[in-house]
């Protein structure tokens, strides 16, 4: 993502970016914490501190809204013409409303902008090749990773000619260029994906995790809101101790042989045997848990006390 930023910046000659969703931990991105603390809170977490970042880019990252036009609207009026980049991931909760990106295509095309499609978390997950194909979107940038090489080291950063040729007009290197086992496990990777048809399998797994945790928690009368793109799955649990609930449910599983917490991951590996298992422990461990709840015994039966949330210091 800081390469993409770079070529923006490089092809636009502006500086500022306005952004939605989680792209990284770089100076360009939590810059936008340089104004106030919350900027990050409904992308990443609450209350980052961008100690380290340049204090002087503050005011050049701008986050907005997935299905929140609005928020673009006013960033693009306020900065339009300082604009390098529109970044945005093409979904992660929920799916995008009628219209949506088109108008989001469209201010990006008005400012002159270069529209980025961040697909280092969707991309290969629902299709064999980028998110942004299913929902009809097409960027100047897309960027990828993790999923292209089954989680060896790679990154791949495309788009069209006429913007990507401003790498040529800045400096832009890494060691591991000239490596090569990320492009080896990426071609073996996309061609293995495309032949078996990965990304259907991984939807279908992905969606009877989600029904099952919808079915348990209906059965046991727990409170969770459950999210996420099928093969990227997550829960939340609606109750005010949340937090020790989901400790609870990690001390839980664990007693049944499974590492889990609210978040699953579908692999091309996962078979039908396993969600069925998995979902046994899930049933067991959430009927103890509500049992516990409702007795007011949660806090008690906690090893090492409430989870906490995201990437909070252990420290």
């Given at each position: 993502m800081a390469v993409a930023i770079r070529i923006a910046r490089?092809?636009?000659?502006?500086?500022?970016?306005?952004?939605?969703?989680?792209?990284?931990?770089?100076?360009?991105y939590l810059a936008a914490n340089l104004t106030t603390e919350d900027a990050l809170s409904e992308h990443l977490l609450a209350g980052l501190p961008p100690r380290g970042v340049p204090a002087v880019l503050g005011g050049t990252a701008f986050p907005f809204r997935y299905n929140r036009l609005d928020d673009l609207q006013s960033i693009v009026r306020q900065h339009g013409r300082d604009i390098a980049?529109?970044?945005?991931?093409?979904?992660?909760?929920?799916?995008?409303?009628?219209?949506?990106?088109?108008?989001?295509?469209?201010?990006?095309?008005?400012?002159?902008?270069?529209?980025?499609?961040?697909?280092?978390?969707?991309?290969?997950?629902?299709?064999?090749?980028?998110?942004?194909?299913?929902?009809?979107?097409e960027p100047d940038i897309a960027v990828f990773s993790k999923a292209i090489s089954n989680g060896y080291p790679m990154a791949a950063i495309i788009g069209k000619a006429s913007v990507m040729q401003a790498a040529q007009s800045t400096f832009i290197s890494s060691t591991s260029w000239t490596e090569r086992i990320g492009p080896a496990a990426s071609l073996a990777t996309i061609r293995k994906h495309c032949r078996l048809d990965v990304s259907a399998h991984l939807m279908?797994?992905?969606?009877?995790?989600?029904?099952g945790w919808r079915h348990a928690t209906d059965k046991h009368g727990l409170d969770i809101q459950v999210g996420g793109i099928?093969?990227?799955?997550?829960?939340?649990?609606?109750?005010l101790n949340g937090m020790s609930l989901k400790a609870g449910f990690v001390q839980l599983m664990l007693k049944r042989g499974f590492l889990a917490s609210d978040s699953f991951y579908a692999m091309w590996a996962h078979t039908q045997e396993h969600v069925n298992r998995y979902l046994g422990a899930v049933d067991e461990s959430f009927e103890e848990l509500a049992a516990l709840h409702r007795a007011g015994r949660l806090e008690?039966?906690?090893?090492?006390?409430?989870?906490?949330?995201?990437f909070q210091r252990l420290a």
């Open positions: 490089a092809y636009t000659g502006r500086d500022k970016i306005a952004f939605c969703g989680y792209h990284g931990w770089h100076d360009w980049a529109i970044v945005m991931e093409p979904i992660r909760n929920h799916w995008p409303q009628t219209g949506f990106f088109e108008n989001v295509v469209s201010l990006a095309s008005e400012c002159g902008a270069v529209f980025v499609i961040d697909e280092i978390s969707a991309g290969f997950r629902m299709n064999s090749a980028g998110a942004h194909m299913i929902l009809g979107v279908e797994i992905g969606r009877l995790v989600q029904d099928p093969p990227l799955s997550h829960f939340t649990f609606g109750a008690e039966m906690l090893i090492a006390g409430p989870a906490v949330a995201g």
